[in-house]
């Protein structure tokens, strides 16, 4: 069956959320970014069978949170559909000026991860070493979600315990880097996503993305790796349950 281990899924992001989440032949799991984002998530999880959920607040949304943001995440976590914290992570892409504060949130966000024995959903864009130097410090599983370091990073993240995250911008033009990634590095250490409702595969870039696209993901792993795609959806299934502790 097909898992698509990272999307979110929001009301206003669709016209029809109801029609994408039934559209979708497999599971989801949902991430949340912030206090909006994740309590949808916690009603979806509770509406649909086949959407899982993760709760966390993202890089990018600090400005809004307070003490009960952290709370809800936590009071949540006894929801057998609530299956890990992200997405949370390092953004030094548009601003480096709050680095300390979101490695602060990172920090929080770990030690709720670890002490609720929960895997993690980690982003991490332009601040791949301060990501890998905090996650080391931590004895905890999680995927590094749309994964876009080297090989070299890609490993040692495996190494730790990490899945890598890998969703449509395998299938871009200009993607060759992470083409040889997903050659060298084995089906067990990936899991696929969409990210949804962004970054939407060839050939529906630019379009938006929904979770039954997670497919051409699969079909591009099994090109790269010369194997066919029922084994990468089989495989990737079963790294997912595993990661996730999925109760089928
Ligand atoms: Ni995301």
Do not use: W
Not at 159 to 168: E, N
Not at 235 to 244: D, G, I, M, P, Y
Request: with cysteine; glycine share 6%.
């Amino acid at each position: 069956m097909l898992i698509d281990t990272h999307c979110h899924l929001s009301y206003s992001d669709y016209e029809s959320l109801d029609a994408v989440i039934k559209n979708m032949d497999g599971l989801m799991i949902a991430s949340g970014c912030d206090d909006k984002t994740n309590n949808e998530v916690i009603d979806i999880v509770n509406k649909y069978d086949n959407v899982y959920g993760t709760l966390g607040i993202h890089p990018e949304n600090l400005n809004d949170i307070t003490l009960e943001s952290f709370k809800n995440i936590i009071d949540n976590l006894n929801n057998p559909k609530i299956v890990g914290i992200g997405e949370i992570g390092l953004d030094y892409h548009y601003t480096k000026d709050n680095v300390e504060y979101q490695k602060e949130v990172f920090k929080k966000q770990l030690d709720i991860a670890k002490k609720y024995n929960m895997p993690v959903v980690i982003h991490s864009r332009d601040a791949i070493k301060d990501t890998y130097d905090i996650l080391k410090e931590y004895n905890i599983k999680g995927s590094i979600h749309c994964f876009s370091s080297s090989l070299d990073m890609a490993k040692k993240f495996i190494k730790l315990g990490y899945k890598i995250g890998i969703g449509g911008v395998l299938t871009f033009k200009n993607s060759e880097k992470l083409k040889d990634i997903v050659r060298n590095i084995s089906l067990n250490d990936i899991l696929i996503e969409t990210d949804s409702p962004y970054l939407a595969p060839e050939p529906l870039r630019g379009q938006r993305n929904n979770p039954s696209n997670v497919y051409l993901v699969a079909k591009k792993i099994s090109e790269l790796k010369n194997i066919d795609i029922d084994i990468v959806i089989k495989q990737t299934f079963e790294n997912a349950c595993e990661l996730f502790d999925l109760k089928l």
